[in-house]
């Protein structure tokens, strides 16, 4: 038996509304995963949903030498991220003094640096070696003609679009 997994990313409805209204107008569309945890993301090797991501947490610097996290990368949580940059400080990987969870609805993770510490210096460290930057991958297999089929992410947007337009021509002949 062959393993089959499919992994399909996060997409904003409204953008795959537009994105197929733009294929029914004869254009052709790009469209890209959006991660409901935000942060900030790299798809120059996404390759039309066949590769990867990487995904990065939206880090902000204050003036008292804190670092504040507030936008987390896809496929983690607070207690992960905490847990990655905690891992990393004991491992002598990241340089911090101290790191507080303020997290409500919205994501705030402060992060305190020693005295003499600059935050320019720290936030490659949090991007190295924590979960601040995730590398996603995208596999989308799907069961077409009740075959698995590896497609693209348009591929996958034309086939669905195209299956729209039969049942919305299927109902006005009804």
Do not use: W
């Not at 009740?146 to 195209?162: A, K, Q, Y």
């Amino acid at each position: 038996a062959v393993g089959m997994a499919t992994r399909i990313l996060p997409h904003n409805f409204r953008e795959v509304l537009a994105a197929q209204i733009r294929l029914l107008g004869g254009h052709e569309t790009r469209l890209l995963p959006d991660f409901p945890t935000g942060g900030i993301v790299d798809t120059s090797e996404y390759d039309d949903g066949r590769g990867r991501l990487r995904v990065r947490a939206r880090l902000e610097t204050t003036a008292d030498n804190t670092i504040v996290i507030r936008e987390i990368p896809h496929g983690t949580t607070t207690e992960s991220l905490i847990a990655s940059v905690e891992a990393a400080a004991q491992k002598g990987k990241v340089q911090l003094s101290s790191i507080t969870d303020f997290t409500t609805d919205r994501v705030e993770i402060e992060i305190g640096l020693p005295r003499g510490v600059a935050a320019a210096e720290v936030i490659p460290q949090l991007y190295a070696h924590t979960d601040c930057e995730v590398s996603v991958s995208s596999n989308l297999l799907v069961i077409r003609d009740r075959r698995p089929v590896e497609m693209t992410t348009s591929e996958v947007l034309r086939f669905l679009t195209d299956q729209l337009l039969d049942q919305v021509r299927r109902e006005l002949e009804h």
